[in-house]
Nanobody, 125 residues
Framework: QVQLVESGGGLVQAGGSLRLSCAAS????????MGWFRQAPGKEREFVAT????????YYGGSVKGRFTISRDNAKNTMYLQMNTLKPEDTAVYYC??????????????????WGQGTQVTVSS
């Protein structure tokens, strides 16, 4: 079992920044890949970013590439998402997820077997 708890969401003006955190517990955090996804009202959950077990490989969704940065600190069992130059269309509930069956980064939502409860990010125009 893996427990994931997101934090750091909130309300920010367009052009601003936020940093999300995802604290993991229950299993050896450094053994598996992690990802961030988001879901806006009325829309499907979409891929945001993913990171391999050691942080060497990262991939981003097209709409956030160049603005968001995913990272992890295995010593702290925590993953981060630095979000810069935020836009109103970034408004969504952001979820962190763990792919405990593989150390390799993946953008496929079906690969992830544990999910956090989500944190709301609202970007005002």
């Amino acid at each position: 079992q893996v427990q994931l708890v997101e934090s750091g969401g909130g309300l920010v003006q367009a052009g601003g920044s936020l940093r999300l955190s995802c604290a993991a517990s229950g299993r050896t955090f450094s053994g598996f890949s992690m990802g961030w996804f988001r879901q806006a009202p009325g829309k499907e959950r979409e891929f945001v970013a993913t990171i391999s077990w050691n942080g060497d490989d990262t991939y981003y969704g097209g709409s956030v590439k160049g603005r968001f940065t995913i990272s992890r600190d295995n010593a702290k069992n925590t993953m981060y998402l630095q979000m810069n130059t935020l836009k109103p269309e970034d408004t969504a509930v952001y979820y962190c997820a763990a792919e405990t069956r593989s150390p390799f980064a993946t953008s496929r939502i079906s690969d992830y077997d544990y999910w956090g409860q989500g944190t709301q990010v609202t970007v005002s125009s």
